[in-house]
């Protein structure tokens, strides 16, 4: 938890006031939440001195490249930043080439503290001294914790001025991570970066035991799947048929379409409900893989009083929040040694019968408004068990995880969260038709795609057609989720870019079929055909700007009220 006494924006901007005294005054933004602190104070910064330029753009590998020319052009350091995770490495190309040629650059780089590297943490990489090879200097500016590190941080970027090639500032930010929210965060909420790790004190086989007395003497166990491949959820089926308890299952756990009659489809949006709550009591928590999506369910695994097991095929830890006994076996063994739980959990009935009158109420809803939730939820319901779902990071993973009802269907599921990067989506969907020989429907935002357009030039691999659909929402609407979405620079620095994207001539110059929906109605026309037909096709949904948005948090304060 972060117990600075200098927040993030105050940080962030007298880093910047010292790049500017330096002589910086071009300063180049890709969007991102990590970021935001930077991207905040800069813009209040150019607020009152007209020098600055910000220049903005979604793709990092081209803004890297934007900002070396501009340098070159000016003879002057120009300054990028970005947020945390691949977002960085898609700077790696300019960042070689403005070395090679001696071009100043100023790498900002967001990035999470420590604590949350190496613990399964979203969208958390190794970042420090990434460029090493091709940087004058980096500097790793850890969570500022006092006048002294300000100092330090001044006198370090006070350098600027004679540098001649990249140099790399990583700078650390925790959560809050917009001014004037008060609200406590993920990181909050999990947080404990003192925690010790509980499994590195006990060995394997004793941990087994315990979980295998633990699953006895509890009364009320929710199973929890997180990330697992076909091949080991097929494994875990029998094991997990034969348990008594509840089922949450993530959207890349290849159990959360159809699965088990003990299943909280909608866990995550039933959290928002105190009723809800106040019936769910696991005395038991047993995790299979890990990286969840939803933050909720990471909040409540963290705070809840049960004992948490997390079992894992290899040993790296998945649990954020430090607090998970990891046990490191293969599920095969796992089946083997550990006999399901035959739990009595009394009031299992009630807490199935709370989440089916929020999946009612969600059902009702969802079927007559037209948002990312609900595109992303209809569009899934039309797949069959052999298709390959692909799923872009950003709005489209968190809404079919958030509010995607039951299904009939499991189709394979796959998607990019080892660092929850927006690049690459459409090759790595691409690849996927390749190695599974299945029909492949990528759902992904509109900024998503642009960053991976060149990718279209890879359609030729897919071994079966490849459906893309994106979620027009012009830009990236995620961050009208979060505080972002409050700030004055949320259209320029955050959702941009609108209206950049005119996805019938992408089709057009790609050879793809080309697909247009703008309510429920012409998405259930064309739906059948998109998916059914022998070529690649393009699907564009187009929303308005942030209604959507607007729609899906009215209707999660409406779950918050709703009486079960
Ligand atoms: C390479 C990379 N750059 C930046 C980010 C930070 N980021 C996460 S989501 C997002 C916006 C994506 O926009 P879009 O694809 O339009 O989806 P939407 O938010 O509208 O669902 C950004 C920029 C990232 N995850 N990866």
Same mark, same amino acid.
């Given at each position: 938890?972060?117990?600075?006494?200098?927040?993030?924006?105050?940080?962030?901007?007298?880093?910047?006031?010292?790049?500017?005294?330096?002589?910086?005054?071009?300063? *180049?933004?890709?969007?991102?939440?990590?970021?935001?602190?930077?991207?905040?104070?800069?813009?209040?910064?150019?607020? *009152?001195?007209? #020098?600055?330029?910000?220049?903005?753009?979604?793709?990092?590998?081209?803004?890297?490249?934007?900002?070396?020319?501009?340098?070159?052009?000016?003879?002057?350091?120009?300054?990028?930043?970005?947020?945390?995770?691949?977002?960085?490495?898609?700077?790696?190309?300019? /960042?070689? &080439?403005?070395? &090679?040629?001696?071009?100043?650059?100023?790498?900002?780089?967001?990035?999470?503290?420590?604590?949350?590297?190496?613990?399964?943490?979203?969208?958390?990489? &190794? #970042?420090?001294?990434?460029?090493?090879?091709?940087?004058?200097?980096s500097h790793n500016f850890t969570l500022p914790t006092s006048q002294e590190m300000l100092r330090h941080q001044q006198h370090t970027v006070a350098g600027v001025k004679s540098v001649f090639r990249p140099i790399h500032l990583n700078c650390q930010f925790d959560e809050p991570l917009y001014p004037e929210n008060g609200h406590p965060g993920a990181t909050d909420a999990l947080g404990n970066t003192a925690r010790a790790d509980i499994s590195s004190v006990t060995?394997?086989?004793?941990?087994? #035991?315990?979980? =295998?007395?633990?699953? =006895?003497?509890?009364?009320?166990?929710?199973? /929890?799947?997180?990330?697992?491949?076909?091949?080991?959820?097929?494994?875990?089926?029998?094991?997990?048929?034969?348990?008594?308890?509840?089922?949450?299952?993530?959207?890349?756990? #290849?159990?959360?379409?159809?699965?088990?009659?003990?299943?909280?489809?909608?866990?995550?949006?039933?959290?928002?409900?105190?009723?809800?709550?106040?019936?769910?009591?696991?005395?038991?928590?047993?995790?299979?893989?890990?990286?969840?999506?939803?933050?909720?369910?990471?909040?409540?695994?963290? *705070?809840?009083?049960?004992?948490?097991?997390?079992?894992?095929?290899?040993?790296?830890?998945?649990?954020?929040?430090?607090?998970?006994?990891?046990?490191?076996?293969?599920?095969?063994?796992?089946?083997?040694?550990?006999?399901?739980?035959?739990?009595?959990?009394?009031?299992?009935?009630?807490?199935?019968?709370?989440?089916?009158?929020?999946?009612?109420?969600?059902?009702?809803?969802?079927?007559?408004?037209?948002?990312?939730?609900?595109?992303?939820?209809?569009?899934?319901?039309?797949?069959?068990?052999?298709?390959?779902?692909?799923?872009?990071?950003?709005?489209?993973?968190?809404?079919l995880d958030s509010w995607l009802p039951q299904l009939d269907i499991q189709p394979a599921v796959f998607s990019n969260r080892g660092a929850s990067g927006i690049d690459g989506l459409l090759a790595s969907a691409v690849a996927l038709s390749h190695g599974t020989c299945r029909q492949v429907v990528v759902?992904?935002?509109?900024?998503?795609?642009?960053?991976?357009?060149?990718?279209?030039?890879?359609?030729?691999?897919?071994?079966?057609?490849? =459906?893309?659909?994106?979620?027009?929402?012009?830009?990236?609407?995620?961050?009208?989720?979060?505080?972002?979405?409050?700030?004055?620079?949320?259209?320029?620095?955050?959702?941009?870019?609108?209206?950049?994207?005119?996805?019938?001539?992408?089709?057009?110059?790609?050879?793809?079929?080309?697909?247009?929906?703008?309510?429920?109605?012409?998405?259930?026309?064309?739906?059948?055909?998109?998916?059914?037909?022998?070529?690649?096709?393009?699907?564009?949904? =187009?929303?308005?700007?942030?209604?959507?948005?607007?729609?899906?948090?009215?209707?999660?304060?409406?779950?918050?009220?709703?009486?079960?």
């Amino acid at each position: 938890m972060h117990t600075s006494s200098i927040n993030n924006v105050v940080w962030a901007r007298a880093l910047l006031d010292t790049l500017r005294a330096s002589g910086v005054t071009d300063f *180049c933004v890709a969007p991102g939440s990590r970021s935001a602190p930077l991207a905040i104070a800069l813009n209040e910064l150019a607020q *009152c001195d007209a #020098q600055i330029a910000i220049h903005t753009h979604f793709d990092e590998r081209g803004l890297g490249f934007f900002a070396m020319s501009l340098s070159r052009s000016r003879g002057e350091p120009v300054a990028v930043i970005t947020t945390s995770g691949t977002a960085v490495a898609n700077l790696y190309p300019a /960042v070689i &080439e403005a070395w &090679e040629s001696c071009v100043p650059l100023v790498l900002l780089t967001a990035d999470r503290p420590d604590y949350l590297i190496h613990c399964g943490a979203n969208q958390a990489i &190794e #970042q420090q001294h990434l460029f090493q090879k091709h940087t004058m200097y980096s500097h790793n500016f850890t969570l500022p914790t006092s006048q002294e590190m300000l100092r330090h941080q001044q006198h370090t970027v006070a350098g600027v001025k004679s540098v001649f090639r990249p140099i790399h500032l990583n700078c650390q930010f925790d959560e809050p991570l917009y001014p004037e929210n008060g609200h406590p965060g993920a990181t909050d909420a999990l947080g404990n970066t003192a925690r010790a790790d509980i499994s590195s004190v006990t060995s394997q086989d004793d941990l087994v #035991q315990q979980l =295998k007395q633990h699953l =006895k003497s509890s009364q009320r166990t929710l199973f /929890v799947l997180g990330g697992l491949l076909p091949r080991q959820a097929a494994m875990l089926a029998p094991w997990l048929g034969r348990a008594d308890g509840l089922v949450f299952a993530d959207i890349n756990s #290849q159990f959360r379409f159809g699965g088990f009659d003990n299943q909280l489809h909608l866990l995550d949006v039933s959290l928002l409900n105190p009723q809800f709550i106040a019936a769910f009591n696991p005395d038991c928590i047993v995790q299979f893989g890990g990286r969840l999506v939803s933050k909720r369910v990471n909040q409540f695994l963290a *705070c809840a009083s049960a004992r948490y097991w997390l079992v894992n095929e290899r040993d790296i830890n998945l649990d954020p929040s430090r607090r998970a006994y990891r046990l490191t076996l293969s599920l095969a063994d796992f089946c083997k040694q550990v006999s399901p739980a035959l739990s009595r959990w009394e009031a299992k009935s009630v807490v199935l019968q709370n989440h089916e009158s929020i999946a009612e109420d969600v059902r009702t809803n969802l079927s007559v408004q037209w948002h990312e939730a609900s595109i992303a939820s209809t569009v899934a319901s039309e797949l069959t068990t052999q298709d390959a779902l692909f799923v872009g990071n950003s709005l489209a993973i968190r809404m079919l995880d958030s509010w995607l009802p039951q299904l009939d269907i499991q189709p394979a599921v796959f998607s990019n969260r080892g660092a929850s990067g927006i690049d690459g989506l459409l090759a790595s969907a691409v690849a996927l038709s390749h190695g599974t020989c299945r029909q492949v429907v990528v759902l992904l935002g509109d900024t998503s795609l642009l960053h991976d357009l060149n990718s279209l030039g890879l359609l030729s691999k897919a071994r079966k057609p490849i =459906k893309i659909v994106v979620l027009n929402n012009d830009g990236g609407r995620i961050f009208g989720m979060l505080p972002a979405g409050e700030q004055t620079a949320y259209e320029s620095l955050f959702a941009m870019p609108p209206g950049q994207s005119d996805f019938l001539n992408v089709a057009r110059q790609f050879s793809l079929a080309y697909f247009c929906a703008t309510e429920h109605g012409s998405l259930r026309a064309v739906l059948g055909t998109v998916l059914s037909s022998p070529e690649h096709a393009l699907l564009e949904c =187009k929303i308005d700007g942030d209604a959507g948005v607007e729609r899906i948090k009215l209707l999660m304060t409406r779950l918050q009220c709703l009486k079960i």
